[in-house]
């Protein structure tokens, strides 16, 4: 694997600590704290905050309704500055969160054709982000087992081999799907990770507790020569218990993946 990543969301969204702390610097020194190589997040003024703490871009990531027709996702507004920024600062792979049908308080299914579609828009973005050297990967945020699948299927059966999935196990468990065992279907399009455990669908405090057998998922990427980012996502919301700190808690996972990784 490339190394051990994290993104901003579990500093940005932790319960109980003030706004005033949530800044870009505290994030990034805390990410170096806990033993991160990189981080997957792109805003004004990154490149000097990395550098001064250390840390490398893993990649970046985006949002969009794919499923839409192509002409209104304004990909050269939206999405190739990212691509190109994400490049230019060493980042070798673009996220693309398919936005749901609806909204997000009321998701709808996709049809077929809007799936279909789906997977053609993806493909196209993978030969704009393969210009730049960047793999292009699809996340699932479905929280329903229909959508989750759907959306998987948009890659599945609709994209080209170059389009890639980042398997979020927070989401696939929130959809009642077990990661492990989508993780032997999908094989090697998995091509990204966004890592949290969870009991049902409350997040859990750190990567080594919750339904997930977080070390069998790892020996099974391993054993399926798994090259990409192992990129956390833990989620200290207001119902989840916790014993420590979130930095502590990212030291252990950190220490805990790697730990995983390099066992024989």
């Not at 077929?112 to 050297?133: K, S, Y």
């Not at 090259?227 to 979130?246: F, K, N």
Request: overall charge negative; glycine content about 10%; hydrophobic content about 35%.
């Amino acid at each position: 694997m490339k190394g051990i990543a994290t993104m901003r969301f579990p500093w940005s969204s932790e319960a109980g600590r003030s706004d005033a702390e949530k800044t870009l610097e505290v994030f990034l020194r805390e990410a170096a704290e806990a033993g991160y190589d990189a981080v997957e997040h792109l805003c004004d003024g990154i490149e000097q905050a990395l550098h001064s703490a250390g840390l490398r871009l893993s990649g970046g990531y985006v949002a969009m309704a794919a499923h839409e027709p192509w002409d209104g996702l304004a990909v050269d507004e939206k999405v190739l500055p990212v691509a190109e920024k994400t490049a230019q600062l060493g980042g070798d792979h673009l996220t693309v969160n398919c936005d749901p049908k609806g909204s997000w308080g009321n998701r709808l299914r996709k049809s077929e054709d809007e799936l279909q579609r789906q997977g053609e828009n993806l493909t196209r973005l993978a030969d704009i982000a393969g210009a730049l050297g960047l793999q292009l990967n699809m996340h699932n945020h479905a929280n329903r087992l229909d959508l989750h699948l759907d959306d998987l299927r948009s890659v599945t059966e609709f994209a080209g081999e170059t389009v890639g999935i980042c398997l979020d196990t927070g989401w696939t468990l929130t959809s009642d799907d077990d990661p492990l065992d989508l993780l032997r279907r999908l094989g090697s399009r998995v091509r990204g990770l966004h890592l949290r455990n969870q009991t049902g669908e409350r997040p859990t405090e750190w990567l080594g507790e919750g339904d997930l057998d977080m070390a069998a998922f790892i020996r099974t990427l391993k054993g399926d020569g798994y090259d990409g980012w192992l990129t956390t996502e833990l989620w200290h919301r207001e119902d989840v218990p916790r014993t420590m700190p979130l930095l502590e808690d990212q030291r252990r996972s950190v220490d805990w993946l790697r730990a995983l990784w390099e066992a024989d």
